[in-house]
């Protein structure tokens, strides 16, 4: 098969390689019907991934049909159309149970970076239940190809952030991630939305697109966000930290987190926001070795270090 793969530093290239096969009973083979580009792809292209080595076939946004599955898959089966979860995950460990899958101590972001990925003419997806999302027959491949990446970063961002009627939501960039984060922001109706983008020609596109939208350049940033109905700076950027502080927690980042919302109580110690995020800080967590395993083989212990099978 045609897969778009790293060759060396700065390069990409479409090169033959074998059709990938059922290695584990929770796999899944899916053909690509269709795949997109993601900054990350580039990340990899100027070496900016070291998990990313030579020899990989980038991509992770995705849609497809199932061609075959392992006897352990369940819900999907060979002829259903699905987009593909950007996230490998068990959906079993610690993490998993706590809705951060990137976390996942035996995957996270592996297809397209550890795992061959989908700029291809097929992949193989470990975890099948858990990475296949079926599409309804009226869902175009177009429609669904955002589901398994950047509109579902959209929609976990808007999620986690606690958005009220009554708040300010600042969404810093209009690209496509951004413009899927704006979609999903505007389902919570916050009483005002700011964006903040740098190149003109983004801006043009929201103010067309979102005339309901405050739209500035990085400068007018701040004076955008300290509105009249915003009594004081001082809570305002304490939230912000306090989303900060879970952005770094769902990253895996402990100390980065408690770090951030330390300053966010600094700002109002009377934050509720903030003396939530800072108990769930100090929630200790298992020991990560004693829960990884090899994603070939679920539920054998690989040591300190999981193991990522290429193909």
Sequence with gaps: ????????????????????EILDPKDAVVRVTLSSICSSDLHILHGAVPL?????TVGHELVGVVEAVGSDVSKVKPGDRVAVNVETFCGECFYCKRGYVNNCTSGGWMLGCRLDGGQAEYVRVPYADNGLTPMPDNVSDEQALFVGDILATGYWAAKISEIFEEDTVLIIGAGPTGLCTLECVQLYHPQHIVVCEADKNRRHFVRQHYPNVNVVEPTE???ALCTEDLTTREPFMADNWVLLSKSEMALGHRDEALAAVDYALALDPLS????????????????????????????????????????
């Excluded at 990313?52 to 990989?56: F, H, R």
């Excluded at 990560?288 to 070939?296: A, C, F, G, L, Y």
């Design 221 to 223: 940033c701040l004076d």
């Design 52 to 56: 990313a080595e030579v020899g990989i």
């Design 272 to 311: 509720e926001r903030a003396r939530l995020m800072k108990a769930i800080c100090l929630i200790p967590a298992p020991d990560s070795r004693e829960e990884r395993v090899d994603i070939k083989s679920p539920g054998v212990p690989t040591g300190p270090e999981p193991k990522y099978p290429r193909a």
């Design 1 to 20: 098969m045609k897969a778009l793969t790293y060759t060396e530093p700065g390069r990409f290239e479409l090169i033959e390689k074998p059709k990938p």
